[in-house]
Every structure is written in C-alpha cells, then in structure tokens.
C-alpha cells in the first residue's frame, strides 16, 4: 500500500517568512501533485512535477520532486496571508489508472 | 477557464436510501474519477473511470456503489443503500491527455446520512 506522510500538519508563521513543506513516502510515484484546497471547496491543482529532481516555480512557491521520486516538497518564500489555506500532495499510484493518493495535509495561516 | 461542477451542493438523506451524485467533467476529459474526504480526514480513492469501463477501485468502493457516463457529459457515483459512515465531501475529478494524474476537481457534494 502506497502511502504519503506530509509534514508539518499545521503551521503557522509571520507574513514574510519562508516555509517548507514536505511530502515522504517509502515508494515510488510516478508523478506528485501539489494542490491547495480551502474550506468546503474541492482540491485546486497548483502544479504536477513527473521526471525526478524536477523543480517547479510558481510565483513565490518552489516545488521539488525528490531524485527517486519518493518525495516532494514545497517552499513558499516571503509568505502573504493570502497564502493561508490548507495544502495536498497527492502521487500518482503505479498503475497507470490514474489514482492519487493524497496527504493528510499541511494548514498554513500567515499572519499580518 | 473549463471546470468541473458537481450538483448537488448538498445532499441530506435517510440511512438506507439510494442517492446519485451528478458530475459534469471538462468536455474534452477522458478520464473520471471519484474521490471522498470524510471530515477531518484524508481525501480518499474511490474509483477510476475510462472509455465506459472502472479502470481501479478501491476497497471502499464496495457493492453498494457504482458509476455511470449516461451520456456524453455527466458522470454519476450512487450508492444503493447508504450507511451512516457514508457521510463525506464526495469530490470528482477528470483528467486529459495531458496525464491521467494531472485531475481537476469539483466542488464537491457534501453528502449527509442521517
């Protein structure tokens, strides 16, 4: 069974300080989606990272996939409040059937 | 920009009831899955969907659930006879060609047994 541990489970921080992150797991992924959901509302793509050792950007988020694709992770510079929000990882299962197996989630509020 | 939506928003129902979850997918998806999150929990697998056929289900994914494309644009999980631990944001997602794991979600139903 393919599982994935996010970390930290919640956080809270100062606007303009930076964050990480993580997504762990002991298996391989085909691919890791990063998403953010907000309350009552489905889970919004933010960015799908495939190959191992790929790196995204998205404005002030940075998401890696680690070199074994058995691990990503997020990094938000200069957090904004409105970067408040709870935020998934979910990996591609191996099968090719499209499965994702998601996080438990990280809840970061960014206070003024 | 193309979404997915999910009627209805809310749906509230007797323990032992049928209900059908509707879902319209981006139109050019090929690919259709269902996903639940039971409060405080997870976001969970349900089932994949392609080409008229579940691709995976999970171990939720028991008897008492199914799905159907009845047409070319919606797709619908029901649950024969609902059960108390059935209640849960049921979320569906689709993909395209630009891979199967790159799902677009709806909004969610958010479904209540009594």
């Known amino acids: 069974t393919q599982l994935l541990e996010q970390s930290p489970q919640f956080l809270s921080i100062q606007e303009g300080e930076n964050l990480t992150v993580y997504c762990n797991s002991s298996s391989v992924f085909s691919s890791l989606q990063w998403y953010r959901q907000e309350p009552g509302e489905g889970p919004v793509l933010l960015v799908t990272?495939?190959?191992?050792?790929e790196v995204k950007k998205l404005k002030r988020l940075t998401f890696q996939f680690g070199d074994a694709r058995k691990d990503s992770s997020l990094h938000i510079t200069a957090a904004q409040p409105g970067d408040t929000g709870l935020y998934l990882c979910?990996?591609?299962?191996?099968?090719?059937?499209?499965?994702?197996?998601f996080g438990q989630g990280t809840t970061l509020q960014v206070k003024p | 920009e193309p979404e997915v939506t999910q009627t209805p928003s809310h749906q509230v129902t007797q323990m032992g009831q049928e209900v059908i979850l509707r879902c319209v997918p981006i139109s050019n998806h090929l690919y259709f899955y269902w996903y639940r999150q039971i409060l405080g929990q997870k976001v969970e697998f349900l089932v994949s969907?392609?080409?008229?056929?579940?691709?995976?289900k999970s171990e939720i994914f028991d008897d008492q659930f199914s799905v159907e494309r009845p047409d070319g644009s919606n797709f619908t999980l029901k649950i024969r006879s609902t059960k108390l631990e059935d209640s849960a944001m049921y979320f569906c997602?689709?993909?395209?060609?630009?891979?199967?794991?790159?799902?677009?979600f709806g909004p969610g139903t958010r479904l209540t047994v009594l």
């Open positions: 979910a990996g591609g299962s191996s099968g090719n059937t499209g499965k994702l197996i």
């Open positions: 997602a689709s993909s395209g060609t630009s891979g199967r794991a790159r799902q677009f």
């Open positions: 969907f392609y080409n008229n056929e579940i691709s995976e």
């Open positions: 990272v495939v190959t191992g050792g």
